[in-house]
């Protein structure tokens, strides 16, 4: 094992990767910016590096900077968190150029599936099931045109450098292609710098379904069931459970076993999470690769017994795996909320400020992974994500119950400080989401979204889109 880590993150997964290598026996250093100067990360590491101002991309975007801290500081491995640099192949190669090891799969690996397209074609040849469409990237409006025609409307446009949602248009008619397709080129070629783009059928009222795998750098694997993830706005996830429910345990081992063959056969390494959409009809279809430890990872943590930090900090030291596949049970239900300063009655708009008042709830099966206090300042800087509230039961309607009890001990206060709690409570209480038979279009029909509910949709009078959200610095848009 390592002697010493280097925690290039911030925020809660900064404290969770340190509790883990601390319960290893691994010295702690972080890294953290100015804005971070009293983190709780900061507090409780053995060593604790300034890197550089609040500005992400001259502090935890600094590969040089995050490098150098690592050689003060004599680490031997990196661990890059979410976000940030977790999914940059270029920070995973200068890591290893200095003689540390990243916390993650080899960059040649890395590099291929960051590619989605190359991602998308690897996973066809290793027999993955993916949405009808083109497995390379499209030249030209012509070419999209004809394998829109040929798998049929809706399709997607998607950036291959893109993933998260980023970078991806659905287009419902013919007439809307060309348009579609010449403005996401371009909007990719802005953000990622690569202006390929490819096309599939979009699959509407499908659930998000996701496989934990690991696998070690010997050729072994497990995979650790599955995750929906369908409660999202924007691309952001609000609410996320294992297993998956209200799918046979039949299909769900099927995609799960899948999920590993696949990331095997691409020569995977880590922990990783194969997303896939999961249609009315039950079939499955690879969507893409995060090659990173994710903030949805406790709830397969509660319902495996298995801490995936330990297991990610054990890969990367080149320990064999140490779990086969028949001992890794599923045992009952885990559901996580995230609470994130947002105000949801103005579009989700970011709400930073100081907390007069934060008591975390407890209880049984409740885990809370926060790096706030009372007093903390939220800065305007990161991401808004706060909190996140996990709760486990033997079964799913005990689950709920049990997160909705603890939201409701949560209390959260500051001038100014709004939170993701209301609009996570109507999700609790939508009764689809109850049957556990909802889809990604639930966030959309809770908020009135146009078109979210065509059976009930209004002619007249559509209901208000909610005004769009400012954006200041949120780095961690790029992989959450
Ligand atoms: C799709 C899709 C439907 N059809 N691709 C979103 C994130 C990225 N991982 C891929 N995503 C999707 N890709 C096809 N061919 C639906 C999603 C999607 C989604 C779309 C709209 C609103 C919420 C969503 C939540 C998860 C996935």
Sequence with gaps: MFETVLIANRGEIALRVLRACRELGVRTAV??????????????????????PASSRRSYLNAAAIVEAARQVGAQAVHPGYGFLSEDADFAEICADNGLTFIGPPPAVMAALADKSSARALMS????????GSVAPVPTAAAAAEIAEAVGYPVIVKAAAGGGGRGMTVVRTPGELRRAYTRTRAAAQAAFGDDRVYVERYLTEARHVEVQVLCDSHGNGVHLGTRDCSVQRRHQKLVEEAPAPALPAAVLDTIAETALRGALEVG???????????????????????????????????????????????????????????EIRLRGVAVECRVNTEDPGRGFAPTPGRLDRFTPPGGPFTRVDTHASAGYVIGPWYDSLLAKVIVWAPDRELALNRLERALDEFDIAGPGVHTTIPFVRRVLDDAAFRKGRYTTRLVDRLLGVPGAAPAQRPTATPAPRPASAATPDVPNRRTR
């Design 31 to 52: 890294v953290y910016s100015a804005a971070d100067a009293d983190s709780a990360a900061v507090r409780h590491a053995d060593q604790a590096i300034r890197i550089g």
């Design 125 to 132: 040849r290793a027999g993955l099931p993916l949405s009808p």
């Design 268 to 326: 995977f390494v880590g922990a990783g999470t194969l997303e896939f959409l999961v249609d009315a009809e039950e079939q499955f279809h690879f969507l893409e690769i995060n090659c990173r430890i994710q903030v949805e990872h406790p709830v397969t943590e509660m319902v495996t017994g298995i801490d995936l930090v330990h297991e990610q900090l054990h890969i990367a030291a080149g320990v064999p795996l140490r779990w086969r596949q028949e």
